[in-house]
């Protein structure tokens, strides 16, 4: 017998089964042959959470948790964020190589000479109240995408989905900038094809009066930088949103929306506006202490620590602890910086965070940067958005070439009540609110 096999027997019946282990998996299709009798339906695989099931075969991203690695298509993070700029790794993430210098220079211009948006979307933003959440605003409008090309349908035409990637990817900067200006009350402000990817959205953002916005070098890369970390990551919650969305075959507007809509909860992207509250509530450096004490006694969580798949320092924050002494040489410390090094120090000395094995995420300190740049904190998730954007088009154009993928239908244990009595209304007993 192979020795890439599991044998397991059954004891209702003490029949064995042998199943192949590929890949360090096994198919939880295999299971279904296991039976009580002829009338069970067959053995599922009960996993709430997606812990422990690979829900597709991925050539994207690579993460070793417990090793604290991260690899877009080969390249290790770090490698990329020293020597890449974000449109680049972007190219890396979509068709799997770093390109040449004539094809990053026609990417370069193609992603540049989308990023107008209709003027409708002007229209769409304006709907929005004032105090709104950008991010609220974003997912809408992305949303609101679909309805100016509707020829994103076409999903099984390759031409056509490279299309709409370019179009997401250069349009994205865009929205979130029109959504910052809505928040403000600023008028918009037109993208400007002589600007880099990242600096023509800090043009979008903060252009005034001036005839030419300029951005600072420094600050610009930065943004790179971050964009760069924060374009894949595997199946987390908000891929695992475009690949479900996106298996129904939805337009790419309408799934990445979905995908943005994960991404805001504070358990994902939301986490790092929430680390700042966070910071706020802690005001200074001798409060640490019994704000961690509060922590370990099950009063809500150290926001910024902690992963699913990182059991280990996240390779993201140590590049963002090094990116925010370069922000910081331009725009002066954030004091907010030492109260977040004193709570590392203490966290990552305690033992309810050692035997735990949480270690601070991408989130802990990006949050820190983004204020000392000038960002909001309601920004702060829609900055996450925009470079994501591309990881999410990645997963979604991988999912609809692999032949294995279908939509998504999980299966459900029923533990609910069968075929019950029907009641008319004025004999039904109250329903008590304890069962809600
Ligand atoms: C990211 C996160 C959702 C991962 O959750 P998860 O893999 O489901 O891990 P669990 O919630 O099962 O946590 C395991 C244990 O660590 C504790 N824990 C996890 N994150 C914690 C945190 N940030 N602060 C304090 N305790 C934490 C849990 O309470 C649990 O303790 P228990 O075993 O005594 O019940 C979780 O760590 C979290 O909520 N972190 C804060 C939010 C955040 O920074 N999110 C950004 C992710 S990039």
Redesign the pocket.
């Known amino acids: 017998m192979s020795k890439d096999t599991l044998t397991i027997t059954d004891n209702r019946t003490s029949q064995t089964y042998t199943l192949p282990i590929e890949k360090g998996t096994v198919r939880a299709m295999d299971f279904r042959q296991i039976k009580s009798g002829p009338d069970d339906f067959g053995l599922m695989t009960y996993d709430p959470?997606f812990l422990n099931t690979a829900s597709c075969q991925s050539q994207v991203t690579f993460i070793d948790g417990e090793h604290g690695i991260l690899e877009y298509r080969g390249y290790p993070i770090e490698v990329l964020a020293e020597h890449c700029t974000f449109l680049e790794v972007a190219y890396l993430l979509l068709f799997g190589d770093l390109p040449n210098e004539s094809e990053l220079r026609n990417w370069v211009y193609e992603i540049t000479h989308h990023t107008m948006l209709h003027e409708t979307t002007k229209k769409f933003m304006e709907g929005f109240r004032h105090d709104a959440h950008p991010m609220a605003m974003l997912v809408s409008s992305v949303a609101a995408l679909s309805t100016v090309y509707p020829d994103a349908r076409n999903i099984h035409d390759a031409g056509n989905r490279l299309l709409q990637i370019k179009r997401l990817i250069g349009k994205m900067p865009s929205i979130a900038a029109m959504s910052y200006r809505h928040s403000v009350g600023f008028p918009y402000v037109y993208p400007d094809n002589d600007l880099t990817y990242a600096e023509n959205f800090m043009n979008m953002l903060w252009k005034m009066v001036e005839p030419k916005y300029v951005a600072n070098p420094l600050l610009a890369r930065a943004l790179d930088i971050l964009f760069i970390l924060h374009a894949d990551h595997e199946q987390n919650c908000s891929a695992n949103a475009m690949r479900s969305v996106g298996s129904s075959h939805a337009d790419p507007y309408l799934a990445t929306a979905a995908a943005a809509a994960a991404l805001s909860g504070?358990?994902?992207g939301g986490?790092n506006e929430?680390?700042l509250k966070m910071l706020d509530e802690i005001g200074s450096k001798e409060n640490v202490p019994a704000y961690i004490k509060k922590?370990?006694e099950?009063h809500?969580?150290?926001?910024?620590?902690?992963?699913?798949i990182y059991k280990n320092y996240?390779p993201r924050a140590k590049i963002i602890k090094w990116t925010a002494e370069q922000v910081f040489g331009v725009t002066g410390r954030n004091p907010k910086l030492d109260i977040a090094i004193e709570l590392e120090r203490i966290a990552l000395e305690d033992d309810?965070?050692v035997k735990?094995k949480?270690y601070p995420?991408?989130?802990?300190y990006s949050g820190i940067i983004y204020q000392a740049m000038g960002f909001k904190p309601e920004m702060f998730t829609v900055l996450f958005a925009i470079p994501r954007t591309v990881g999410w088009l990645a997963q979604w154009q991988e999912m609809l070439v692999d032949p294995e993928q279908k939509i998504a239908r999980p299966r459900q244990i029923y533990t609910g009540h069968r075929t019950r009595q029907f009641l008319r209304i004025e004999k039904r007993a109250p329903v008590t609110a304890a069962k809600h």
Do not use: C, S, T
Request: aromatic letters at 14%; zero cysteines; charged letters at 25%.
């Open positions: 959470a504070p358990l994902h986490a929430e680390v922590v370990k099950g809500g969580k150290l926001m910024g620590f902690g992963h699913r996240d309810y965070f735990r949480l995420n991408v989130d802990f």
